[in-house]
């Protein structure tokens, strides 16, 4: 129909070329915990062969240790992320992954240490644990932690990064007041 025509016509951004308008969103998938296993190349994978246009890798941790999502922590997580961006590649689609740090939200009884916020409210939902807040000299590690996995996206293979920045984790813990309801 034609008012569908132009969900199926390529967009150029900067020097990235979308094959059409269908994006497949940020979301987790339980088939690794921390690095990229087979099970999470064949999803992706599929994912790309039913035609949207971008695919999201969900939340990829930029700090060690977090044990949930897809880690890009460290240069031996480029490999696992190469496999699944080429297999999204190979059906034509363009590759995203989104780069997460939780804040408070990280998943203590996992990890077994205090989780980091902008400041020491404990947050409503999960864990409802008093976070540490983070000092300046942390925050900046931290700022430097989400280039260097931008970096490691690259060489990876990925046409783009986004940093989430929404849904309560940490950059949303800085930027709103609700974040801080106790
Ligand atoms: C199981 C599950 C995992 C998700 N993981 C993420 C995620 O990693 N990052 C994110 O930004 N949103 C995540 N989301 C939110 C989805 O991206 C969101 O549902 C979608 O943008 C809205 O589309 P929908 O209305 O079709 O659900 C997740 C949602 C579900 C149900």
């Known amino acids: ?37 087979d099970a999470t190349v064949a999803y992706y994978e599929r994912r790309a062969k039913g035609g ?20 890009i922590s460290d240069d031996r997580f480029i490999p696992g992320h190469k496999r699944a961006v080429d297999a999204i590649h190979r059906h034509g689609a363009r590759a995203n992954i989104q780069l997460w740090h939780p804040g408070r939200y990280e ?38 932690a989400f280039g260097k996995a931008a970096v490691r996206a690259k060489e990876a293979g990925y046409d783009c990064v986004e940093i989430i920045a929404s849904a309560g984790y940490l950059i949303s813990q800085f930027m709103s007041p609700v974040g801080h309801q106790p």
Do not use: H
Request: charged content about 20%; glycine content about 6%.
């Open 1 to 37: 129909m034609a008012q569908f025509d132009k969900l199926f016509e390529p967009i150029t951004i900067k020097s990235m070329t979308i094959p059409n308008r269908i994006i497949m969103p940020a979301l987790t998938v339980n088939t690794a915990m921390g690095e990229i296993n």
């Open 52 to 71: 949207a246009g971008l695919i999201t890798i969900g939340i990829s941790p930029v700090v060690p240790g977090m044990v949930t999502g897809l880690d």
């Open 107 to 144: 998943m203590t009884f996992l990890t077994g240490r205090q989780a980091v916020s902008a400041s020491d409210v404990a947050p409503p939902i999960f864990s409802k644990e008093k976070p540490r807040a983070l000092t300046v000299e942390e925050i900046k590690e931290i700022v430097e």
